[in-house]
C-alpha cells in the first residue's frame, strides 16, 4: 500500500516537474520541486490554475496524530523528512 | 573512494546505479571516435529543456512562509533546445538546464551504497562555462535527472546545443548504513518535529 500526502499542485520549471505545496503540523508551509510519478492529481495544473493532488510520501515514525515522513525530494524549507497530521494522508492502491 | 570505471560499469551491471539511457560505448576501440567513460567520471550530455530566470521585482525570501517552489517556477521561462538551433548564453548570464540522462542511484540492494557528485568538464572550464556553482551532490536513492545551474563566466557567447557534452559524474561509495539527519528537522519548533 502506498501512502500519499495531500498538496497542491503547480507547473514546475521543467515539463517532467511540478512545484508542489503543502502544509506541515504546525500549518506552516512547505514546497518543492517533484517529478510527475511521484504525484497524483486528476486535471493538468497551470500556472495561473493550481490542483489539488497527492504526492508520494514513505512513513518513518509515528506519535500519536503526527508522522514524521520523508518527500520524494528536499523542501525548501526543511529538508526531505517533515512532520505532518496523520488526517493529511490519504492510502491509495 | 571513488569507483574507477571498472567499478562504475559492475555497478551499472549489477543495478547498483543505473543511467538511461546508458553512456555507450564502455571503452574507446579503433575507430571509435568518443567514449563517455574516462578512467573515473562519465560525461554527461545536456537535455533539451533550459529554463531562463526572469527579471522582475520580486525577491526570493527563503525565511518567509510560502510557497516557494511556485515563485521559482512562475518566475522563469521553459524554452525547449532545437537540434541545430542551440541556445547562445551570453556573458554573465544563468540558465537551468538538465541532463539528459536519468540518474537512480537505488539503495534496495543495501550496502555499500553508491552517491555521486556532478563536475564541470575542463574543455568548457576554459571558455568560462560554469554548469553547476554550488549543488554537486546526488544522494544515495536519488532517482532522476540531475539540474545543471549553467552560468558564462566567459567573455564571449557560449552556445548550449541539446546533446552536447556538458557535465561529468564522479561515483562515490558510501561508507556505512543510512539514517535519515535528524538536521533535516531544523526549522520545525517543537519537539515533535525530531520524532
Given at each position: 500500500m502506498e501512502e500519499w500526502l495531500k498538496c497542491t499542485i503547480t507547473p514546475g520549471q521543467f515539463s517532467g516537474e511540478y512545484a508542489v505545496q503543502g502544509e506541515m503540523f504546525d500549518d506552516t508551509s512547505f514546497s518543492l520541486f517533484a517529478p510527475k510519478k511521484d504525484l497524483k492529481f486528476s486535471e493538468e495544473p497551470t500556472a495561473d490554475k493550481p490542483v489539488k493532488g497527492l504526492i508520494r510520501i514513505v512513513q518513518c515514525a509515528q506519535k500519536d496524530d503526527l508522522l514524521l515522513v520523508n518527500l520524494p525530494r528536499p523542501t525548501?524549507?526543511?529538508?526531505?523528512t517533515i512532520t505532518v497530521k496523520k488526517e493529511q494522508l490519504k492510502k491509495a492502491n | 573512494m571513488i569507483l574507477s570505471n571498472i567499478e562504475i560499469h559492475k555497478a551499472l551491471d549489477e543495478g547498483r546505479l543505473v543511467i538511461?539511457?546508458?553512456?555507450?560505448?564502455?571503452y574507446k576501440e579503433v575507430?571509435?571516435?568518443?567514449?563517455?567513460?574516462d578512467t573515473h567520471t562519465i560525461d554527461l550530455k545536456l537535455g533539451d529543456e533550459i529554463t531562463i530566470p526572469k527579471e522582475g521585482t520580486y525577491a526570493y525570501d527563503?525565511?518567509?512562509?510560502?510557497n516557494v517552489a511556485d515563485l521559482i517556477a512562475k518566475n522563469s521561462e521553459k524554452r525547449t533546445l532545437i537540434p541545430d538551433q542551440?541556445?547562445?548564453?551570453?556573458?554573465?548570464d544563468f540558465v537551468l538546464a538538465q541532463t539528459l540522462e536519468t540518474i537512480k542511484l537505488p539503495?534496495?540492494?543495501?550496502?555499500p551504497y553508491l552517491a555521486a557528485r556532478i563536475e564541470g568538464k575542463s574543455s568548457r572550464a576554459r571558455c568560462?562555462?560554469?554548469?553547476?556553482?554550488t549543488a554537486p551532490t546526488v544522494h544515495p536513492e536519488w532517482e532522476g535527472q540531475l539540474t545543471l545551474e549553467i552560468i558564462n563566466l566567459g567573455k564571449t557567447p557560449f552556445l548550449l546545443h541539446s546533446g552536447m557534452a556538458i557535465a561529468q559524474l564522479i561515483i562515490e561509495q558510501v561508507y556505512g548504513e543510512l539514517k535519515s539527519n535528524p538536521s533535516q528537522f531544523q526549522k520545525q519548533s517543537t519537539p515533535e518535529g525530531t520524532l
Open positions: 525548501f524549507e526543511n529538508g526531505r | 538511461e539511457p546508458e553512456p555507450k560505448p564502455r575507430g571509435v571516435k568518443y567514449c563517455p567513460y527563503f525565511m518567509a512562509s510560502g542551440p541556445y547562445r548564453l551570453k556573458t554573465g539503495i534496495d540492494k543495501g550496502p568560462g562555462l560554469l554548469v553547476h556553482f
